[in-house]
């Protein structure tokens, strides 16, 4: 199949003795949103630097966009986008600021730059607060902001570690509805979350329980399997199994 | 380079837009400038003394009036009893009373030696030491220009004829220009580097800059473009204020001093870069660089207290304080103007720290990663 943009086979992390992520294999398909489920201390986030060659995977091998993680974390990186709760860009830039110094890492032309600057600020509705500095904005309008500049630069695939943390149901469903176009655009999406309700948004979740990924299938024979209604039983049945401390 | 360039922007606009930053950045050399050079003096000026003199003669009288004359003191009583010296001292009124013994002329005349008691508040024992030099030398300054007109003993004289070198006038802020040079720039350079840096752990954006395709080293170099620009700034800033307000010159090599200077701006640097690696707050990289740092900077770099009157293990201590030698170095290039070949040693030491930091750092760096 030539639609696999990522591939994990067999990856492992260790620190010291502890096995942090213990030969976990899977594949995402393009344009696909990937639930990345489990619960704190699981190894998600281990897991998911691993796959944005953030970290060296201990043993087993990956690729992302095409590039072998461990060999050429470089082009990995220049290939992805990547978004995380607790970051939310830089408060003391403004908004237009944020946007430039970002597509300015990815490397792209100040031109290029400007204009898209202004489509994406029209298609949020953010454009008269272009000057405005990012903490003077409501949270949930900088979460729709640092996801727009995380696939500003048009990357292959963009990393969302619990993107809609801290932000009402409203704001979350928004949220989705800007993923569901950027996947529309043919951008694949690798997500994690804490909400069982975004589960049921994703084409094909996995749950990682203890550093092994349990179960992986679509939300909706995931339920079959388990003979569960929602997704939160489907998760609260594989969370049961974990002998790990949650930290 | 064009992304290195909009992360050096990034990291200006950090700073500029928080007012704190900008004050502590801007102000702190001047305000430490004009405290240590003003405020902090180790001179006595316009000490308020006392005078029990139980001889009224003409000799008393010419020793009152060269005093009163001098500028180190004012009289501002002269006192009858000698219960009254305590009663004075304790109020705060005086920190020095002399008392001349009766017949102090007739004495100095007849017998050859007179006696005058000097009493001296010792709270604090360095200006009670100046003190009591001053009026040593003022005693002695006029015993040899009048006594041996009028006696015909002491037919054998030893006078001392000191010079003070590169400080005639002993003016302390001589002293501690280097050392508050030594101070603000490892302040900046370290502090204020490791706690940037450090900010972004903090906050979760490292982690975003770490996903893209930026080089981290090129994060941490653009981090210290900043802090680097300004310490040149604060640099000309204090040898500016400390040429023209202080009037301490600068005697040496102008291109040496910045030389030096830019090369322990460095180490400070690095210093910095090393505490970020090890911390993962913003307040311990604070503790850390204001208690590991700046603390030793002050006491044990020979800027307060001489070095070589420490015990053997503060010595050892002070010599890995990168400011130490920096300090020493300014001081002989700025206030001694001696030429290069006399820095070679503290350069070195310099040098050598700066290789080792360099090497520790990027390790500890990579090693996070």
Not at chain 1, 9 to 35: M, Q, R
Not at chain 1, 108 to 130: C, F, P, Q, R, Y
Not at chain 2, 165 to 171: A, D, H, K, S, T
Not at chain 2, 197 to 217: D, H, N, Q, Y
Request: charged fraction near 20%; aromatic fraction near 8%.
């Amino acid at each position: 199949m030539n639609d696999i943009v990522i591939q994990a086979h067999e990856l492992t992390k260790k620190f010291g003795d502890f096995t942090a992520v213990d030969h976990i294999s899977f594949e995402v398909h393009k344009a696909e949103i990937f639930g990345f489920l489990g619960a704190n201390g699981a190894g998600k986030t281990t897991a998911m630097r691993m796959l944005c060659g953030l970290s060296h995977p201990t043993s087993g091998s990956g690729s992302v966009a095409g590039f072998d993680i461990a060999k050429d974390p470089e082009k990995v990186k220049a290939s992805i986008g990547y978004m995380s709760q607790k970051f939310s860009l830089y408060g003391d830039l403004k908004v237009w600021e944020n946007i430039r110094l970002f597509g300015g890492i990815y490397g792209m032309k100040t031109k290029a730059i400007a204009s898209k600057t202004d489509v994406i600020l029209n298609h949020l509705g953010l454009m008269s607060e272009k000057n405005t500095l990012v903490r003077d904005l409501p949270l949930g309008w900088k979460q729709k902001l640092a996801f727009s500049v995380s696939i500003f630069h048009s990357p292959q695939i963009v990393f969302l570690d619990e993107p809609t943390g801290g932000v009402d149901p409203a704001a979350r469903r928004q949220f989705w509805e800007m993923i569901y176009e950027a996947v529309d655009q043919g951008i694949t999406v690798f997500v994690t979350t804490h909400y069982m309700d975004e589960a049921e948004y994703c084409d094909r979740v996995s749950i990682m329980v203890d550093g092994r990924i349990e179960g992986l299938n679509t939300p909706a024979q995931l339920k079959q399997e388990t003979t569960s209604t929602s997704m939160d039983e489907v998760f609260q049945k594989f969370a049961r199994k974990a002998t790990r401390n949650q930290d | 380079m064009k992304q290195f360039l909009a992360f050096v922007k990034k990291e200006f606009f950090h700073i500029f837009r928080d007012k704190r930053t900008v004050l502590i950045l801007l102000a702190m050399p001047v305000v430490q400038i004009i405290l240590f050079g003003f405020a902090i003096t180790t001179e006595v000026k316009n000490a308020q003394i006392a005078i029990y003199d139980q001889s009224k003669d003409v000799v008393t009288q010419q020793i009152i009036q060269r005093l009163q004359a001098n500028e180190y003191f004012t009289l501002v009583e002269n006192i009858s009893e000698p219960s009254q010296i305590e009663k004075l001292m304790k109020n705060g009124r005086v920190s020095m009373v002399l008392v001349f013994e009766p017949n102090f002329q007739e004495n100095i005349e007849h017998l050859g030696k007179a006696d005058l008691q000097v009493v001296v508040d010792a709270t604090d024992p360095n200006q009670a030491k100046t003190m009591t030099n001053y009026v040593t030398s003022i005693i002695m300054q006029y015993q040899q220009e009048f006594i041996p007109l009028k006696s015909e003993v002491a037919p054998m004289q030893i006078v001392p004829q000191v010079r003070m070198l590169y400080n005639p006038q002993m003016v302390g802020a001589y002293n501690f220009v280097p050392g508050v040079m030594g101070l603000i720039l490892m302040l900046i350079c370290a502090m204020m580097t490791s706690i940037s840096i450090v900010r972004e752990k903090e906050k979760g954006s490292m982690e975003v800059l770490l996903a893209s395709p930026i080089r981290p080293i090129f994060i941490i170099i653009a981090k210290a473009v900043p802090y680097f620009v300004i310490s040149i700034g604060n640099l000309a800033t204090i040898l500016t204020l400390s040429v023209f307000v202080l009037n301490v010159p600068i005697a040496g090599s102008l291109t040496m001093i910045v030389a030096v200077s830019l090369l322990f701006i460095l180490v400070a640097l690095l210093l910095g870069l090393l505490i970020s690696n090890l911390v993962k707050s913003q307040v311990a990289a604070m503790l850390i660089s204001g208690m590991g740092l700046m603390t030793p900077t002050m006491i044990l770099s020979g800027m307060m207290f001489p070095t070589e009157s420490m015990p053997v293990i503060l010595q050892g201590i002070s010599s890995i304080i990168p400011a130490r030698w920096y300090i020493t170095i300014i001081k002989k290039l700025m206030i001694q103007g001696v030429d290069s070949v006399y820095i070679v040693t503290e350069l070195g030491v310099l040098i050598l720290m700066l290789l080792v930091l360099l090497a520790v750092s990027l390790k500890t760096f990579k090693k996070r990663l």
